[in-house]
């Protein structure tokens, strides 16, 4: 038995999310039946980020159990990209793994980004691809309440109530937010997240970045631990899973 691994990119305004569901086109239903198609069998795929409804990923990675080898590496990443191009989803790359390789359990470290324009003008371009916010944003402000947000806590305030996760408690590595003309990305890294843990703290970010909230209710709120003090969740547009290490 061969275990691979494979890189993807993908747009997913139109997908429900990476996850099979009975409601709707996932991204996963979406690629195994691609892989069926080229391998002749049915291919069931483990993936290192369950992105949610509208979530998109520069860079996710999934794995695979094959019977047989595959030996034209080109071969197979253009048979399989002609099935994937118009759902905008493309396979980067494959390699073969360890057999004891998963790519949701063997992975170190995560890594999200959020897109914000910041501007009057409507989006065009990065319509569904990032969050529009036209109020000014004070980026300094937002990177002192993302400075408080590092390191171990208890995240429950930015915890979905649907989140099946055993412990609230998650280590947050050093948050990245630059700014370019009207372009802010925010990245944040960890081993794993809460159900809509990115996008809760990005929308805490920005109440406190447009002074809607003063920095001593933003820290309030974080260390209230409840979810219904919240700010609404970022939307799904602007959220990228950008990285995995393994």
Same mark, same amino acid.
């Given at each position: 038995?061969?275990?691979?691994?494979?890189?993807?990119?993908?747009?997913?305004?139109?997908?429900?999310?990476?996850?099979?569901?009975?409601?709707?086109?996932?991204?996963?239903?979406s690629?195994?039946?691609?892989?069926?198609?080229?391998?002749?069998?049915?291919?069931?795929?483990?993936?290192?980020?369950?992105?949610?409804?509208?979530?998109?990923?520069?860079?996710?990675v999934?794995?695979?159990?094959?019977? &047989?080898?595959?030996?034209?590496?080109?071969?197979?990443?253009?048979?399989?990209?002609?099935?994937?191009?118009?759902?905008l989803?493309?396979?980067?790359?494959?390699?073969?793994?360890?057999e004891?390789?998963?790519?949701?359990?063997?992975?170190k470290?995560?890594?999200?980004e959020y897109?914000?324009?910041?501007?009057?003008?409507?989006?065009?371009?990065?319509?569904?691809?990032?969050?529009?916010?036209?109020?000014?944003?004070?980026?300094?402000?937002?990177?002192?309440?993302?400075?408080?947000?590092?390191?171990?806590?208890?995240?429950?305030?930015?915890?979905?109530?649907?989140?099946?996760?055993?412990?609230?408690?998650? &280590?947050?590595?050093?948050?990245?937010?630059?700014?370019?003309?009207?372009?802010?990305?925010?990245?944040?890294?960890?081993?794993?997240?809460?159900?809509?843990?990115?996008?809760?703290?990005?929308?805490?970010?920005?109440?406190l970045?447009?002074?809607?909230?003063?920095?001593?209710?933003?820290?309030?709120?974080f260390?209230?631990?409840?979810?219904?003090?919240?700010?609404?969740?970022?939307?799904?547009?602007g959220?990228y899973?950008?990285?995995?290490?393994?």
């Open positions: 038995m061969f275990n691979y691994l494979i890189k993807i990119e993908y747009e997913g305004t139109n997908f429900v999310g990476w996850q099979s569901q009975k409601n709707g086109k996932s991204i996963q239903d690629i195994e039946k691609a892989l069926k198609k080229v391998l002749g069998t049915k291919i069931r795929i483990t993936g290192a980020g369950r992105t949610d409804k509208g979530v998109h990923a520069y860079y996710q999934a794995n695979f159990k094959l019977k &047989k080898k595959i030996y034209e590496k080109k071969i197979f990443l253009d048979s399989v990209n002609f099935f994937l191009k118009k759902k989803i493309s396979i980067l790359d494959i390699k073969k793994k360890e004891d390789f998963n790519a949701r359990f063997s992975a470290l995560r890594t999200y897109l914000i324009i910041n501007r009057q003008g409507t989006l065009s371009i990065y319509k569904d691809r990032a969050w529009h916010v036209k109020k000014r944003i004070d980026l300094n402000l937002m990177k002192k309440g993302a400075k408080l947000l590092e390191g171990s806590h208890d995240f429950s305030t930015f915890r979905a109530a649907s989140c099946s996760a055993r412990s609230p408690l998650k &280590k947050i590595y050093p948050i990245k937010i630059r700014k370019v003309n009207e372009i802010i990305k925010i990245r944040i890294s960890s081993k794993s997240f809460l159900q809509n843990q990115v996008r809760s703290m990005v929308g805490c970010l920005k109440y970045a447009t002074n809607k909230w003063s920095y001593d209710d933003f820290r309030k709120v260390k209230s631990k409840k979810r219904s003090n919240c700010a609404p969740p970022a939307p799904a547009s959220l899973l950008y990285d995995i290490k393994y």
